[in-house]
């Protein structure tokens, strides 16, 4: 299924919450082009199905993935890895290396690019000035029912506004009660000390810890001068978005999922649900010309937050739902802007492991080691939330709902990060990542096995 509407330049690696098995996933593409250019690109999409998802759990089925074991076609072999001439960072993009692998598991060779220094030949600190931005969304429409056999949302007009800056006294508790700043300081922006297994790897941001994890066994006595940091992280004041009523609905009844096909529990609401293409483009169009004076540019990396909101495609087709982030790019014709958005969860409609930060860690990782969603691997699939066949470098797809143990920082709140893919897990042979791990906390212990075929 295809849908128009979205960034022509846009490669989205959409963030999804995968019931208790693969069948449980659906997958839909879409396409797009801007009015400044005709050409377009596909752009994978996935989300679950909501009825699958409440069908797993009034069977008494775990709705987080269990570990996934793949024979190693290659456990003896290196996939390996070249220095190709560093990407130029004149100041005006972000600082980024790139590499080509010659990849055990078939074989060919594969070029990419990833926000840092180069690991194998300069390992030293690169710091991305970053931007969490706000997203205070007015909306319109207040859902109703739905169509149990359709899916199709019916709506009553009604004025809710969801506000990430703003108290929350209903879905959290004072004192981190201000979504915003809750997330402003969690691990993923602060130092936090992380061991994976036994190894201690540091004091330091989440994402930071898992590339030091990533190329453990290549940095060896220079990982103390290896760092991607998220330094400095401002949050910028909340950017109003005035949803159209076909665009977004609020969710305002915390029952609203339990009648049949669903039967799940209450939520805390309000629950938002946007179209996907239209906040992508509306963020593009209108959001990051302006943000151009706070000092959101190609050097730097703005967070666009969601708080309890959920991207849909199209918004009035519940079964559609959800989408929980991407990371993407814009800026054209002019210099590639990356950037991601990624929703905030405090109504727990899907559990723990996708409240808080989780979502936020699975789309930092991925554009960190994935900038411009365009690395490509030898195809992979059957875990995460891929059912079928993947074929880029994205380290938070494998692992979609499977957090590592909970972060408490110094404010008192326990934080969600999802677990995230080694380079080795995608590449195979032996692996470079701490403890011979494919993974950080060790939930792949082989890399992905024999490319999957694309049927």
């Given amino acids: 299924m295809t849908r128009t509407g979205i960034a022509a330049n846009m490669i989205a690696a959409a963030v999804l919450l995968s019931a ?15 009015s400044s250019s005709t050409s377009s690109k596909s752009v994978p999409t996935t989300f679950i199905s909501l009825v699958e998802f409440a069908k797993a759990k009034r069977a008494g089925g775990r709705v987080s993935l269990q570990p996934l074991t793949i024979p190693s076609l290659s456990s003896a072999g290196e996939s390996q890895v070249t220095a190709d001439e560093a990407v130029l960072s004149s100041g005006n993009t972000l600082p980024l290396w ?3 692998v010659r990849a055990a598991r078939d074989g060919h060779h594969h070029r990419g690019v990833m926000v840092g220094t180069n690991p194998f030949t300069s390992p030293g600190t690169s710091k991305i000035p970053t931007q969490i931005v706000p997203l205070v969304l007015h909306l319109h429409s207040v859902a109703v029912s739905f169509d149990p056999n359709t899916g199709i949302i019916t709506t009553t007009p009604g004025e809710v506004t969801v506000d990430p800056t703003d108290a929350d006294n209903s879905c959290m508790s004072a004192p981190n009660n201000v979504p915003a700043t809750v997330l402003s300081e969690s691990p993923l922006f602060n130092p936090a000390s992380f061991t994976f297994g036994s190894t201690n790897l540091g004091t330091t941001q989440y994402v930071d810890a898992f590339q030091r994890a990533n190329f453990y066994r290549v940095l060896g006595a220079d990982i103390a001068n290896y760092h991607v940091l998220l330094d400095p992280v401002n949050t ?10 076909a665009e977004g609905i609020a969710i ?11 039967g799940l529990p209450p939520f805390c609401a309000p629950l938002g649900l ?15 010309p302006d943000l151009a004076e706070q000092g959101v540019n190609a050097t730097t990396l703005p967070i666009f937050m969601l708080y309890s909101t959920w ?9 559609s739902c959800c989408i929980g982030g991407y990371h993407s790019f814009g800026g054209f014709p002019g210099q590639a802007q990356t950037y991601s958005v990624a929703n905030f969860d405090s109504t727990g409609v899907f559990g723990p492991s996708a409240t808080d ?46 957090n590592i143990p909970p972060v408490t920082m110094n404010n008192g709140f326990t934080y969600g990060l999802q677990e995230l893919a080694f380079f080795s897990w995608f590449f195979g042979g032996k692996s470079i ?20 075929t694309y049927q």
């Fill in 20 to 34: 208790a098995t693969s069948g449980d996933i659906r997958a839909q593409g879409a396409t797009g082009a801007t």
């Fill in 98 to 100: 790139s590499f080509n």
């Fill in 236 to 245: 910028l004041r909340g950017v109003e978005i005035n949803v159209p009523a």
């Fill in 252 to 262: 305002t009844d915390p029952g609203f999922l339990s009648p049949a096909p669903f």
């Fill in 274 to 288: 946007i179209d996907f293409a239209w906040l992508d483009f509306y963020l593009n169009d209108r959001v990051l």
């Fill in 311 to 319: 991207e849909t495609e199209p918004v009035n087709q519940i079964f």
């Fill in 357 to 402: 930060t989780a979502i936020v860690s699975h789309e930092v990782g991925e554009w960190v080691n994935d900038p411009f969603g365009n690395n490509l691997v030898p195809p992979w699939g059957g875990t995460g939330q891929v059912p079928g066949c993947q074929a880029n470098l994205e380290v938070g797809d494998p692992l979609t709902r499977i």
């Fill in 433 to 452: 990542g701490v403890n011979g791990w494919y993974s950080n906390n060790g939930t792949f212990t082989t890399d992905a096995g024999a490319p999957c």
